[in-house]
């Protein structure tokens, strides 16, 4: 067994797995930067990582504090403006994975990081999309990251910000979407997968020591499960090392 780690070192790893070698990823900072980082640090060391702030190809020598912090530069293959990350590799779908979190997330994997209550009059104004709506249509897949509770996971979004696999009764398909859409959902209690007929998220991971009620009565719908729930692995004691001493030694983002 794997040392004692923390939940989020726990989905740092899930999601590092989820990278498969030679893939351009779409990343933002947080948790989904030091699992990128991680993929390179151990099956995936010619993982491609592009950043908003135009750093492609980015070899950092320790974690950004922001998209815009100098250490992307360093070995990076190129640095462009933000309109040439977009244009020339998002829209042109070159973008393998993207990275997204939600204020608000449905069953289909639609997000909201627009407003909270009504548009006009909300009780909350959030950042809005920045990358992410486009993130969201032109990437071949797109994994998400989120804390799991009833605000988060509401039956209905408040505001679609990015797209998912279905809305308004419409697929992907339908809205005349390119990208993939979300296919991978990681919260802090489980990992869920979204059906390919009906676009709705199903569990199929539950984190050790949680249990199954503990998933059910933290998302707002009746939540469907894998016939074959199983335990989401643990961090191998490497993992957590490099994480640890290599990646977040300040415990910056863990």
């Excluded at 989904?32 to 995936?44: S, V």
């Excluded at 504090?65 to 250490?71: K, R, T, V, W, Y």
């Excluded at 799991?148 to 696999?165: A, H, M, R, W």
């Excluded at 643990?234 to 640890?244: M, N, Q, S, V, W």
Aim: charged share 20%.
């Amino acid at each position: 067994m794997a040392a004692s780690y923390s939940t989020s070192e726990l989905m740092v790893v899930r999601a590092a797995r989820e990278l498969l070698d030679g893939e351009v990823v779409f990343v933002g900072i947080g948790l989904p930067n030091l699992a990128c980082n991680l993929a390179r640090h151990t099956h995936a060391p010619n993982l491609t990582l592009i950043y908003e702030s135009g750093a492609v190809g980015s070899v950092p020598d320790r974690l950004p504090l922001s998209i815009g912090d100098p250490c992307l530069v360093k070995g990076a293959a190129a640095v462009c403006s933000i309109f040439d990350v977009f244009q020339y590799y998002l829209v042109n779908e070159k973008i393998d994975v993207g990275f997204l979190g939600a204020a608000q997330m449905d069953r289909y994997g639609n997000i909201n990081t627009t407003v909270i209550g009504n548009y006009k009059n909300p009780k909350v104004r959030l950042p809005g999309s920045g990358g992410a709506c486009e993130m969201a249509i032109h990437a071949k897949r797109v994994v998400i990251i989120a804390t799991q509770n009833l605000k988060t996971f509401p039956e209905t979004v408040d505001f679609i910000t990015s797209p998912g696999q279905k809305a308004n009764g419409k697929t992907r398909k339908d809205w005349g979407l390119p990208g993939g859409g979300p296919t991978l959902l990681i919260t802090n209690l489980g990992v869920f997968k979204f059906d390919s007929e009906s676009g709705e998220i199903f569990l199929t991971e539950i984190h050790p020591g949680v249990e199954r009620s503990d998933v059910v009565s933290t998302i707002g719908w009746n939540l469907q499960m894998a016939g074959d729930v199983t335990e989401t692995p643990e961090p191998t004691a490497d993992e957590l090392r490099i994480i640890r001493e290599e990646l977040d030694p300040d415990h910056l983002y863990i």
